[in-house]
């Protein structure tokens, strides 16, 4: 049995009683914070854009868009509802696949709407959604980062269409139809990192995903060993030798990605590449009581790889200032907290923020500084980013935070979670449908139909009651 057949075996087989009860734990909190960051992430200039084109493209009103109160078929759906919760890059993170969730939940959430799902079998397809885009990353080249593909929409793409054959109870060969179909559409390009079109890297793996599943179940055929098979899915993404087929599907599930090595959430909405060093920073502001007045210079170690995501030491907009690192530290500074408000237009052009920003210098030590430089090999043990604080009266501080708040072994508690999901979600829902949106999807397990929840995501002039 080929890796292909394994895999499609792995979803027709696994069940919601069969995944651990602390994976299944997990998987709610993550879904709380993705759909967290795509109600804040609703009013993006390329979640109206996508919203508008998605909704003249007319056809059936099969599943709903994150708060424009309309609906549209199911693979639209998932375009767009993966772009918005990817738009402000406030999603989850873990290792080797960059954004996990977005690539997998909208799909799951916009097909499951136009079947009527129930939250197990929404729970169930978003498991292994996880699971198979999380373990065919973590069993290929670690340098694969160096890649100029956008590799999340590959894998993506092969972890959405799994979910979405499990939503459907598709065959063994028609699941094995899916992933091929959807491996077939795969793409992106990390040119597009920091555009509109890299939000859509996650949006783009949703609706692959639907419409993979989709086709298989209608009968279009692909090959059937897609990821092992030459010239498939693994040999063209990361070469031959570059990948283990096998041990990937035999590990399935044993155990979940999601469990070990687990998914981050994150604490401040910017590139996770800036977390460690916020940390630091936000620890000698608080432990010395610095201000950016009395700050003259500003160190912060990072490593060549990290600067290939944190492209822009000069942004042009709020949405390139969340991949520059000179720009949230001096942010950071400035207003002594990194939030949603810290990515708006007002805020960016803010003349302290500006001044502060030039203070803020980037250096490159010989140290494995997350997520790593080019020759290190999958089992080196990271270290955060060195941050050095220079004072005008010629004091200097330093510090190093090697596991940031938010990490699966340091995960955010419950009451930063939700204070989290509510700041997010208050510019969509009233405050009563806030806490009730909390309750249901921290009780997805309980729902019936999963319109009851997808629909009030869908408008904030709609109740989660019923």
Same mark, same amino acid.
């Given at each position: 049995?080929?890796?292909?057949?394994?895999?499609?075996?792995?979803?027709?087989?696994?069940?919601?009683?069969?995944?651990?009860?602390?994976?299944?734990?997990?998987?709610?909190?993550?879904?709380l914070d993705c759909i967290g960051?795509?109600?804040?992430?609703?009013?993006?200039?390329?979640?109206?854009?996508?919203?508008?084109?998605?909704?003249?493209?007319?056809?059936?009103?099969?599943?709903?868009?994150?708060?424009?109160?309309?609906?549209?078929?199911?693979?639209? #759906?998932? @375009?767009?509802?993966?772009?918005?919760?990817?738009?402000?890059?406030?999603?989850?993170?873990?290792?080797?696949?960059?954004?996990?969730? !977005?690539?997998? @939940?909208?799909?799951?959430?916009?097909?499951?709407?136009?079947?009527?799902?129930?939250?197990?079998?929404?729970?169930?397809?978003? !498991?292994?959604?996880?699971?198979?885009?999380?373990?065919?990353?973590?069993?290929?080249?670690?340098?694969?980062?160096?890649?100029?593909?956008?590799?999340?929409?590959?894998?993506?793409?092969?972890?959405? #269409?799994?979910?979405?054959?499990? @939503? @459907?109870?598709?065959?063994?060969?028609?699941?094995?139809?899916?992933?091929?179909?959807?491996?077939?559409?795969?793409?992106?390009?990390?040119?597009?990192? *920091?555009?509109?079109?890299? &939000?859509?890297? #996650?949006?783009? &793996?949703?609706?692959?995903?639907?419409?993979?599943?989709?086709?298989?179940?209608?009968?279009?055929?692909?090959?059937?060993?897609?990821?092992?098979?030459?010239?498939?899915?693994?040999?063209?993404?990361?070469?031959?030798?570059?990948? /283990?087929?096998?041990?990937?599907? /035999?590990?399935?599930?044993?155990?979940?990605?999601?469990?070990?090595?687990?998914? *981050?959430?994150?604490?401040?909405?910017?590139?996770?590449?800036?977390?460690?060093?916020?940390?630091?920073?936000?620890?000698?502001?608080?432990?010395?009581?610095?201000?950016?007045?009395?700050? /003259?210079?500003? +160190?912060?170690?990072?490593?060549?790889?990290?600067?290939?995501?944190?492209?822009?030491?000069?942004?042009?907009?709020?949405?390139?200032?969340?991949?520059?690192?000179p720009y949230c530290i001096a942010?950071?500074?400035?207003?002594?907290?990194?939030?949603?408000?810290?990515?708006?237009? %007002?805020?960016?052009?803010?003349?302290?923020?500006?001044?502060?920003?030039?203070? !803020?210098?980037?250096?490159?030590?010989?140290?494995?500084?997350?997520?790593?430089?080019?020759?290190?090999?999958?089992?080196?043990?990271?270290?955060?980013?060195?941050?050095?604080?220079?004072?005008?009266?010629?004091?200097?501080?330093? #510090?190093?935070? +090697?596991?940031?708040?938010?990490?699966?072994?340091?995960?955010?508690?419950? +009451?930063?979670?939700?204070?989290?999901?509510?700041?997010?979600?208050?510019?969509?829902?009233?405050?009563? +449908?806030?806490?009730?949106?909390?309750?249901?999807?921290?009780?997805?397990?309980?729902?019936?139909?999963?319109? %009851?929840?997808?629909?009030a995501l869908g408008s904030s002039?709609?109740?989660?009651?019923?």
């Open positions: 049995m080929g890796a292909t057949e394994k895999i499609a075996q792995f979803i027709l087989e696994t069940s919601f009683e069969g995944i651990p009860r602390g994976a299944i734990e997990k998987a709610k909190r993550t879904a960051a795509a109600l804040a992430g609703v009013g993006e200039p390329v979640s109206q854009t996508i919203t508008g084109y998605t909704t003249k493209l007319g056809g059936p009103a099969q599943a709903s868009l994150f708060g424009a109160g309309v609906k549209v078929s199911a693979a639209d #759906a998932a @375009l767009a509802n993966g772009c918005i919760a990817h738009a402000l890059d406030y999603d989850d993170c873990g290792v080797k696949i960059g954004h996990p969730s !977005v690539l997998v @939940l909208p799909a799951v959430l916009s097909l499951g709407e136009h079947l009527g799902a129930s939250g197990k079998d929404i729970l169930t397809a978003y !498991v292994i959604g996880l699971e198979i885009e999380g373990k065919l990353a973590l069993h290929a080249d670690f340098k694969l980062m160096q890649a100029r593909l956008n590799h999340q929409t590959w894998y993506g793409s092969i972890g959405a #269409a799994a979910a979405c054959a499990k @939503l @459907l109870k598709l065959n063994i060969e028609k699941t094995r139809m899916a992933l091929g179909i959807a491996a077939n559409y795969a793409c992106g390009l990390s040119v597009n990192h *920091g555009s509109m079109a890299g &939000a859509m890297a #996650a949006g783009n &793996a949703c609706r692959n995903g639907v419409t993979g599943a989709l086709m298989a179940q209608a009968g279009i055929t692909a090959n059937p060993n897609m990821i092992e098979a030459k010239n498939g899915f693994y040999d063209t993404l990361v070469g031959q030798d570059h990948y /283990d087929a096998e041990r990937m599907a /035999d590990g399935l599930g044993n155990p979940f990605y999601i469990e070990s090595p687990g998914i *981050g959430l994150k604490k401040y909405p910017s590139c996770y590449h800036t977390h460690r060093a916020l940390d630091g920073v936000f620890q000698l502001l608080n432990e010395h009581r610095l201000n950016d007045k009395e700050i /003259d210079e500003i +160190d912060v170690g990072t490593s060549e790889r990290a600067m290939r995501v944190l492209a822009f030491t000069e942004p042009a907009t709020p949405y390139q200032a969340k991949f520059s690192m942010a950071a500074v400035v207003d002594q907290q990194v939030t949603l408000e810290t990515f708006t237009p %007002r805020k960016f052009e803010d003349r302290s923020i500006v001044q502060t920003r030039k203070k !803020v210098h980037l250096s490159f030590p010989d140290v494995p500084i997350w997520p790593g430089l080019a020759d290190v090999g999958p089992d080196t043990e990271f270290v955060g980013n060195p941050v050095t604080i220079r004072t005008t009266d010629g004091r200097s501080y330093s #510090a190093r935070v +090697d596991i940031p708040r938010g990490d699966p072994t340091l995960p955010l508690n419950d +009451d930063e979670l939700l204070t989290k999901y509510n700041d997010c979600a208050r510019t969509q829902l009233r405050r009563d +449908d806030i806490q009730r949106s909390v309750e249901l999807i921290l009780g997805l397990e309980n729902i019936t139909d999963i319109r %009851r929840l997808t629909g002039s709609e109740t989660l009651t019923g």
